[in-house]
């Protein structure tokens, strides 16, 4: 299969840029695709894939487009052809690299078309949005944006060299892409979720698992972090889940900045691999600086973490819709599940004395929980808090089990 680097973006607006890119991509013995988004102009160089084509992927055709002159439906339109083209093209050839360059409408098409591309193509995004929040054109995919300081408009001393920094980067990325031999591990990647007040139970757990053979992949429970383990999980990448950390849920319900969307803690059942869940920092949601803090939340109770970053304990009536939520969410896997439940606290705030200490809250969820979780899904109860040996020990040895388990069937 014939590898190639693609480059995404409006050959109308941007040819000149385009072309200056793709001639040092080719230099270096890259093999480039052009896919234009314009809808403004001719192109500056006939691509391979063109605007009409990629509107019509969006769902409607480039004379539309001109004829109606609306701006915001015609990114729109674009962005979705876009994506459905790069997947047309990940069947057709073997993708290894892709390049885009813009504004706010130029990196939000490229950026889409970058997010159909699984996680390990090399992905470069020259943006005049890059110094910004780059969450909402990154998402979970391993984009990576460079600012370009100065609007992408002609080549001159400063953007020739932010161009071709950004081009031999990609040439460099793609190379060793191409290069590189496939690992391929012995035994299948593990999932875990991790938080601060988590850290010393998933310590345990990732030194236990390692120990026995497993890689074991840890994302950071913040909202994205949760939503990059669901995305590799659905991609294949994942072959069993201990969601120690399950504290996305929390942000979710309540409107704290760590949310990871209603999709969470769906993946692995959907994908039929083995999880053990728990219910880490389910006692707190997640705000920045105290400032940023919602006024209508003045009266709750708040632990100053870090300078930046503010907790909030959660309610009785709050963590028994958490553990229904989370009840409920299992209760739909066609895979093996287990839920761990620390009675002795959810994290390190959670304990006798501490912070965040709350028996009550602790019943609430664990009864939320017994509601809505299906009967032959296993609920192990413990009486000591998450961070506890015996709690990595019983996560850790729980999930091998199933591993195990399920390795049998398979074979």
């Known amino acids: 299969m014939t590898s190639k680097v693609v480059l995404v973006g409006a050959l109308d607006t941007k040819g000149e840029e385009y072309l200056f890119v793709k001639k040092i991509l080719e230099d270096n013995n890259i093999e480039t695709l052009t896919v234009n988004t314009g809808v403004l102009d001719e192109p500056l160089y006939t691509p391979e894939i063109s605007a009409d084509e990629v509107a019509k992927a969006g769902g409607s055709d480039l004379q539309t487009l001109i004829l109606e002159n609306d701006r915001g439906n015609a990114v729109a339109v674009m962005t979705k052809g876009a994506e459905v083209i790069m997947e047309q093209l990940c069947k057709k050839y073997q993708i290894s690299g892709a390049f885009g360059m813009g504004g706010t409408a130029g990196t939000t098409v490229a950026a889409s078309s970058m997010r159909a591309l699984t996680i390990g193509i090399p992905k470069i995004l020259v943006s005049t949005v890059a110094s910004g929040n780059t969450r909402p054109y990154v998402g979970v995919k391993d984009i990576t944006m460079m600012y370009s300081v100065i609007d992408i408009a002609g080549i001159n001393p400063l953007s020739s060299k932010i161009l071709s920094n950004a081009a031999h980067a990609l040439s460099g990325m793609a190379m060793a892409s191409n290069s590189a031999t496939e690992q391929t591990s012995v035994k299948p990647m593990i999932g875990m979720t991790m938080f601060g007040v988590t850290t010393p139970c998933c310590t345990q757990i990732r030194e236990t698992l390692e120990e026995k053979g497993y890689d074991v992949l840890v ?107 989370l009840g409920e969410k299992l209760s739909r896997s066609s895979s093996p599940v287990v839920v761990i439940f620390p009675k002795g606290g959810v994290s390190l705030l959670d304990t006798t004395g501490n912070e965040f200490d709350g028996p009550e809250q602790r019943e609430a969820l664990l009864f939320g929980i017994q509601e809505t979780l299906r009967d032959n899904i296993p609920l192990i109860e413990l009486e000591e808090d998450i961070n506890h040996p015996s709690v990595a020990i019983k996560l850790s040895h729980t999930l091998m089990e199933m591993m195990e388990t399920a390795k049998v069937k398979e074979d």
């Open 219 to 325: 994302f950071h429970a913040t909202g994205a972090g949760g939503m990059a383990m669901e995305e590799l999980i659905r991609a294949g990448f994942i072959g069993g889940v201990v969601d120690v950390t399950t504290t996305e849920l929390a942000d979710e319900l309540v409107g704290g900045v760590f949310n990871a969307g209603p999709d969470r803690l769906l993946a692995a059942g959907e994908s039929e691999i083995p999880q053990v869940v728990s219910v880490g920092a389910l006692d707190m949601v997640n705000f920045g600086p105290p400032e940023t803090v919602p006024e209508s939340f003045s009266n709750r109770q708040f632990y100053q973490h870090n300078p930046t970053t503010t907790l909030m304990r959660t309610t009785v009536a709050e963590n028994r819709e958490l553990g229904k939520q």
